[in-house]
């Protein structure tokens, strides 16, 4: 067997969406699973709704994925001396031929041919006529008019097309344009592509396609075409059920593989198995378990997978993918061991990095930014002494390691008679100005025993100053 080569072939009129993703993705996980090769093709041939901002969003897009592709970009629209070229076999074998028949010609041939109840079609008028090109010709593909043309997609199973319910379809347009069957066909040929992979709103396309291929006596790929992704109403995905760009969920806080894992559950399955890293993907995608029936997005099961990732991810290998959340927020942070403590800390209670990038704002600035509510609850009076003895202790400390902070803790405590859950909550709200944070010996190891010290004299000053207590 030759070596594996897939494809993905956007059409660059938008951002790269969560279900083109989820295409991409099963045919970028074949590739890699099957040690062959991914090919990127951008479909631009409509130069009205193609853009050069949408090229650069799924490129964007499919970088922070991290699905790289083997070879191209190659676009379509570098494309038509080959296009042409083919064309020309086609024509030249008698499979193809020139149509000068008006559009409205044709749209009464349909409205007859419905009347009669067929399927709309061309009726072959200009078939067998010989025609050469002209200025308004368009080319038409020769269909067989009898038998049948069957696919067999690894999805689906068999279909079986009846040919008499296809027409001559067009090739090539007035313009010049080649059409969208034909075009995928001489890329899918050339770049040597054997396995397609893509939605299954294109099923319709593929008998054509096949026909094609059969006309250029080329073997033909694989097909799979796999269900859309639906929403909660199992209605098509769309807008109306929340964030659709790939980048949107980049921009909440979501981790690439979390998103990859997710989308690779919306039409795949490995037993029940749910949380996937991208090597253990690659090592058990295969596409005999992709599923026939649609998968249906959830936006919260997407975030209690990226929390399962952010888990399972080591400190250094989410701070680049944290930094420049904290750097929108104007924080100093930088990579290096403090950035990677700060995130030990914080992992397992954030659901995005969003999240995290929020409660770690206590460790950049210099003075928290207190809850009012917090203060006037814990910080009173009657807390003054234990703050004053504790930041004393801990001021005479090496360092701040957990086994000192728990000696000292343990001493005030001895001493004062109070129980560590009276103390807890003023030294957090002291600390990070709030009642919810991190363990509080791991955040004041990781916070550093010059700012902690500032930190519970600033609130003991609080306390006693005219605003405290
Ligand atoms: N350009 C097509 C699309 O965006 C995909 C074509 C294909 O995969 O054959 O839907």
């Known amino acids: 067997m030759s070596q594996t080569v897939t494809r993905f072939a956007p059409s660059p009129s ?20 099957m040690k062959g090769r991914f090919v990127l093709r951008i479909e631009d041939t409509d130069a009205v709704r193609s853009t050069r901002e949408s090229v650069d969003a799924i490129f964007e897009a499919l970088n922070w994925l991290g699905m790289a592709w083997d070879e191209g970009p190659f676009f379509q629209s570098e494309r038509f001396h080959l296009y042409e070229a083919f064309l020309k076999k086609l024509i030249d074998s008698g499979q193809a031929y020139y149509c000068t028949c008006s559009s409205e010609k044709v749209e009464l041939m349909r409205k007859r041919a419905m009347e009669a109840g067929g399927k709309p079609k061309y009726d072959g008028s200009c078939r067998e006529k010989g025609l050469s090109k002209s200025k308004d010709s368009v080319i038409r593909f020769k269909s067989p008019l009898l038998g049948a043309t069957v696919l067999e997609d690894v999805v689906k199973g068999r279909i079986v097309f009846q040919n008499q319910e296809m027409d001559d379809f067009i090739i090539q347009r007035s313009d010049g344009m080649p059409t ?209 003895m504790l930041a004393d202790k801990l001021e005479q400390a090496e360092d701040l390691s957990v086994e000192i902070q728990e000696k000292a803790f343990g001493e005030v405590l001895e001493t004062t008679g109070i129980k560590f859950g009276k103390v807890a909550q003023p030294v957090r709200v002291a600390i990070t100005g709030k009642t919810v944070s991190p363990g509080i010996f791991e955040m004041i190891e990781t916070l550093g025993k010059d700012r902690t010290i500032l930190r519970l004299r600033a609130a003991i000053d609080l306390i006693k100053s005219p605003q405290g207590e």
Not at 14 to 33: E, N
Not at 214 to 236: C, Q
């Open 180 to 388: 969208y069957n034909f075009a995928v066909v001489v890329d899918d040929i050339t770049m040597g592509i054997n396995t397609v992979l893509r939605g299954d709103d294109h099923v319709m396309n593929t008998p054509k396609q096949i026909l094609l291929y059969k006309a250029l006596d080329s073997p033909l790929p694989t097909f799979g075409h796999v269900p859309m992704v639906l929403g909660h109403d199992r209605t098509r995905l769309s807008k109306r059920h929340g964030a659709m760009s790939v980048t949107a969920y980049r921009d909440m806080g979501y981790l690439p593989q979390a998103v990859l894992n997710y989308l690779v559950r919306l039409g795949w399955s490995y037993g029940d198995q749910e949380f996937f890293t991208v090597d253990e993907l690659i090592s058990k995608f295969d596409i005999k378990n992709l599923g026939r029936s649609a998968g249906v997005f959830n936006p919260e099961k997407l975030l209690a997978l990226n929390a399962e990732h952010i888990k399972a991810t080591p400190p250094e290998k989410l701070a680049p993918h944290l930094l420049p959340f904290l750097k929108q927020r104007g924080y100093p942070a930088e990579k290096g061991q403090y950035l990677n403590n700060v995130i030990a800390t914080l992992k397992l209670r954030s659901k995005t990095l969003v999240e995290m990038a929020e409660s770690a704002s206590f460790y950049y600035v210099d003075k928290p930014d207190y809850d009012s509510k917090a203060v006037k609850t814990f910080l009173k009076a009657d807390i003054i002494e234990v703050l004053e």
């Open 14 to 33: 938008g951002y790269l969406h969560i279900g083109g993703a989820r295409t991409a993705l099963f045919s970028w996980l074949y590739a890699r699973h």
